[in-house]
């Protein structure tokens, strides 16, 4: 058998005779032995570490790597509503930046307690308010002009990303809403039979392909863990309401909605609910004296809807809604206590 020589032999001299060879081929003088450090007459060395010297490593450091690191780390998300590069993320809303987040308009502490404004009410106060068919309405934000820029995002141009943030917005004050009624029913607790929201017209539908309220409320039932029921429909299209004047739209709002076809149904679903988990005996109302709003006295624990809409602005839509939940609850022998949450307070 024929010895062939390894060919790495060559590229396994001795490291102090690579290193002269290497030096050699750059040109280097090597006027004493050999170029190795320790060794008399070594310049390579000097050199080397004089031009190592002379670099800035701190700016090196920041050139080379800056373009790398900005190649290879995952981009800053952009902020949803105003697109600037989110750099402190803020918990729960993880799509908006912490400046967006706090221009938010909260609201906070509720000045009127039937309509949940957050500044003085003449609406609720004026004559013939009294006669409102729900029992309160609490809103999460001031409808101003930044947060009608949000709903429009969503609403008309179908920015469903934000639309999840409107809805954990809305998710997060119907958690506040039920510890609030809680605590004025003295309890502690308190619970809605169902989570229902306001309808869109089947035109409306097909225009937009879904409905806002109904996404904002099924993050409420989610959270408080009630069934989400569409026990209204809308009967036939309407003009956009913030064009029209407060008295033509309580007009058209007669007649507008109608219950759900398959109404009786759901709310007998919500009373057995209610009996196998014990609620029946407990009417858990924040009517501390049982009685419902009306002064009469319940012969049976009310059913207790959460109402959901986009925006409150008269309160008429909610109230229209509340006319009809009563009624319907009526024909199956109920009483109906109706609570209203929207997204926005006009
Ligand atoms: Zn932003
Ligand atoms: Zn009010």
Redesign the pocket.
């Known amino acids: 058998m024929m010895n062939i020589p390894c060919n790495c032999a060559k590229t396994k001299r001795a490291p102090r005779e690579r290193k002269r060879v290497w030096n050699q081929a750059k040109g280097r003088d090597l006027s004493g032995y050999g170029g190795e450090p320790g060794y008399p007459g070594e310049i390579v060395n000097e050199t080397t570490t004089a031009n190592y010297a002379m670099i800035d490593w701190s700016n090196a450091k920041e050139a080379v790597l800056s373009p790398l690191h900005n190649l290879l780390a995952p981009p800053g998300l952009p902020c949803l509503t105003c697109g600037k590069t989110i750099s402190d993320k803020v918990t729960g809303y993880p799509e908006i930046c912490s400046s967006c987040y706090a221009s938010i308009p909260w609201i906070t502490s509720v000045r ?6 957050p500044v003085g ?1 003449p ?3 004026r004559a013939g308010k009294e006669d409102r068919r729900f029992v309160l309405n609490r809103s999460v934000v001031s409808y101003n002009g930044m947060m009608r820029e949000w709903l429009a995002q969503y609403k008309f141009r179908g920015n469903e990303a934000l639309g999840s943030v409107l809805a954990r917005m809305t998710g997060a004050a119907a958690k506040r809403l039920a510890k609030e009624l809680g605590e004025r029913t003295g309890t502690g607790r308190f619970y809605f039979d169902a989570v229902t929201y306001v309808p869109v017209s089947t035109d409306r539908m097909m225009e937009r392909g879904f409905n806002q309220a109904r996404n904002l409320a099924l993050e409420a039932a989610n959270v408080l863990g009630a069934p989400l029921m569409e026990l209204l429909i809308r009967s036939k299209h309407t003009e956009k309401q913030s064009f029209k004047s407060r008295w033509q739209r309580l007009r058209d709002l007669n007649g507008v909605f109608l219950p759900a076809t398959d109404v009786e149904g759901l709310l007998y679903a919500v009373l057995s609910r209610r009996t196998s988990r014990g609620r029946g005996k407990f009417p858990l109302s924040i009517f501390a004296s049982d009685k419902n709003e009306f002064g009469n006295a319940y012969s049976y624990a009310p059913i207790k809807l959460l109402l959901i809409d986009d925006v409150y602005t008269t ?1 008429s839509t909610v109230d229209t809604c509340a006319a009809i939940l009563h009624e319907t609850c009526a024909l199956l022998g109920r009483p109906a206590e109706i609570y209203s949450l929207t997204w926005a307070r006009s």
């Open positions: 009127c307690d039937i309509c949940g404004r009410c609406d609720c106060s309160g």
